[in-house]
């Protein structure tokens, strides 16, 4: 293929990325009848279809997820080339894509990247608050935020938070009607307030681990979230029981707004990593945002 016509792979990746060609050709900025005429005229040239349109969504072909499965990741590799050599301007620039849930995000990304966003105004960051095992290759985020033994060993992982505990917490209106939990069991009885995890739909298990034996228990309540601060709030406002980090609880028991329990039974484990995979050319942006997220005994 003519090195001209590259232009129309790019185009084909965009509509990949986005299955839709609405969505491809703002993205692109062109009309959504030229990016169709590239695309057709692309599919022309190679001799086969590269996607399935119908009225409501676009999907890739066979050879046409061959095609994006090759060339997607060495254009992304050339991106991200073009834009290391900010590290010979003053002013890095590029967007830095991020997964991560909303305790990570509150407590750790935005707090150490407010400065780093206020230096450096050029870099963009994009935030996005997902509690499942988001495949950041396939979703090409930049960055993905795990607990650290839940990161796969092809992934470069750096340290971004001390080790980390659970705890469950109850309001004292609600422990005036219900029983202390004594065992993980005993939250059988309870009103609990669940998570949704929202890349798998299902709801969360509460883990165990009192040093000796480990367990996880499906829980019942009233009041179903996806954050940790509506959880928080649900326990708050007396609705039942909820597990949430210990490092966001400390004022509401020492308040007498919260009650701790079940604490033999909540271990400390490794805390919040940021992982991603290895590049050879990280752009400088990119560096800056992981130094900046990297974990020190001193902070």
Same mark, same amino acid.
Request: hydrophobic residues 40%; proline residues 5%.
């Given at each position: 293929?003519?090195?001209?016509? !590259?232009?129309?792979?790019?185009?084909f990746?965009?509509?990949?990325?986005?299955?839709? @060609?609405?969505?491809?050709?703002?993205?692109?900025?062109?009309?959504?009848?030229?990016?169709?005429?590239?695309?057709?005229?692309?599919?022309?040239?190679?001799g086969?279809?590269?996607?399935?349109?119908?009225?409501?969504?676009?999907?890739?072909?066979?050879?046409?997820?061959?095609?994006?499965?090759?060339?997607?990741?060495? @254009?992304? /590799?050339?991106? /991200?080339?073009?834009?290391?050599?900010?590290?010979?301007?003053?002013?890095?620039?590029?967007?830095?894509?991020?997964?991560?849930?909303?305790?990570?995000?509150?407590?750790?990304?935005?707090?150490?990247?407010?400065?780093?966003?206020?230096?450096?105004?050029?870099?963009?960051?994009?935030?996005?608050?997902?509690?499942?095992?988001?495949?950041i290759?396939?979703?090409?985020?930049?960055?993905g935020?795990?607990?650290?033994?839940?990161?796969a060993?092809?992934?470069?992982?750096?340290?971004?938070?001390?080790?980390?505990?659970? /705890?469950?917490?109850?309001?004292?209106?609600?422990?005036?009607?219900?029983?202390?939990?004594?065992?993980?069991?005993?939250?059988?009885h309870?009103q609990?307030?669940?998570?949704?995890?929202?890349?798998?739909?299902?709801?969360?298990?509460?883990?165990?681990?009192?040093?000796?034996?480990?367990?996880?228990?499906?829980?019942?309540?009233?009041?179903?979230?996806?954050t940790?601060?509506?959880?928080?709030?649900?326990?708050l406002?007396? @609705?039942?029981?909820?597990?949430?980090?210990?490092?966001?609880i /400390?004022?509401?028991?020492?308040?007498?707004?919260l009650?701790?329990?079940?604490?033999?039974?909540?271990?400390?484990?490794?805390?919040?990593?940021? !992982?991603?995979?290895?590049?050879?050319q990280?752009?400088?942006? @990119?560096?800056?945002?992981v130094?900046?997220?990297?974990?020190?005994?001193n902070?």
């Open positions: 293929m003519p090195r001209e016509n !590259y232009s129309d792979i790019i185009a990746i965009a509509v990949a990325k986005e299955s839709s @060609f609405t969505r491809a050709a703002a993205k692109l900025g062109v009309s959504q009848s030229a990016l169709s005429h590239t695309i057709r005229s692309l599919e022309t040239r190679l086969v279809r590269l996607l399935m349109r119908t009225t409501r969504s676009v999907s890739l072909t066979e050879a046409g997820k061959t095609l994006f499965d090759e060339v997607a990741d060495m @254009f992304e /590799a050339i991106d /991200a080339s073009i834009e290391s050599l900010s590290d010979w301007r003053e002013h890095p620039t590029g967007t830095i894509r991020i997964t991560a849930n909303d305790h990570a995000a509150d407590n750790i990304l935005w707090p150490r990247l407010v400065p780093l966003l206020a230096r450096y105004p050029d870099i963009k960051l994009e935030i996005n608050i997902d509690y499942g095992l988001t495949n290759v396939e979703q090409r985020f930049d960055i935020v795990r607990i650290g033994d839940q990161i060993k092809d992934m470069i992982a750096v340290k971004i938070g001390p080790e980390m505990r659970m /705890a469950v917490v109850g309001s004292p209106e609600y422990f005036a009607k219900h029983p202390i939990p004594k065992e993980p069991s005993d939250l059988m309870h609990c307030i669940n998570l949704r995890l929202q890349s798998h739909g299902g709801l969360y298990a509460w883990e165990f681990d009192n040093g000796v034996t480990q367990v996880n228990v499906h829980v019942e309540g009233q009041l179903t979230f996806n940790t601060n509506q959880m928080l709030q649900g326990a406002d007396g @609705f039942g029981l909820a597990y949430v980090p210990d490092d966001i /400390a004022l509401h028991i020492e308040q007498g707004k009650v701790r329990v079940l604490t033999d039974w909540c271990e400390p484990f490794p805390g919040y990593h940021i !992982y991603y995979p290895n590049r050879r990280s752009s400088a942006a @990119f560096n800056l945002v130094d900046a997220l990297r974990y020190s005994t902070m």
